[in-house]
C-alpha cells in the first residue's frame, strides 16, 4: 500500500450504498495514522476524508488494548440535514470498527493457538 492508492470497497453495511471508491492519503506506520479520501461510488458522501489514528490503551483488567479514534469531514448532501449526514457516517464508522475488532480478536486467537 501506498499513498495515491485506490480500492474499491463492497458496503455490507445495510446502509443505502453497495460500494465506495477509496484513496489512501496518508499512511504512517510509525505513528499508526491513516487518511483516506472517499473518491466515488453508489452513495452521497461528496468530499468525504476522514483520519484514523491508533493508541495503546489499558483496558478492564489491566490488559492491554488498541483505542481508535476517527474523525472526518463531508459536505453536507443537498436534501440532507447535517444531523442526517452525521448519523449515516457514524454509522458507517461504526460497522467498521465492529468489523475491524472481529478481525483483530479472530487474529488474536489464531496468535494464541498457533503457539501453542
Not at 78 to 84: F, H, R, Y
Amino acid at each position: 500500500m501506498e499513498i495515491g492508492t485506490v480500492r474499491e470497497v463492497d458496503v455490507k453495511s445495510g446502509l443505502p450504498a453497495t460500494r465506495s471508491t477509496e484513496r489512501l492519503e496518508l499512511l504512517d506506520e510509525n505513528e499508526h495514522i491513516l487518511s483516506m479520501r472517499i473518491v466515488g461510488g453508489d452513495h452521497r458522501l461528496k468530499n468525504y476524508s476522514s483520519v484514523i489514528s491508533l493508541h495503546p490503551e489499558t483496558i478492564e483488567g489491566g490488559r492491554i488494548g488498541t483505542l481508535v479514534i476517527e474523525s472526518f469531514v463531508v459536505d453536507v448532501p443537498e436534501g440532507n440535514t447535517n444531523d442526517e449526514t452525521c448519523y449515516f457516517v457514524e454509522a458507517l464508522i461504526k460497522c467498521n470498527l465492529k468489523s475491524l475488532a472481529d478481525i483483530s480478536q479472530r487474529l488474536a486467537v489464531q496468535d494464541t493457538t498457533a503457539s501453542t
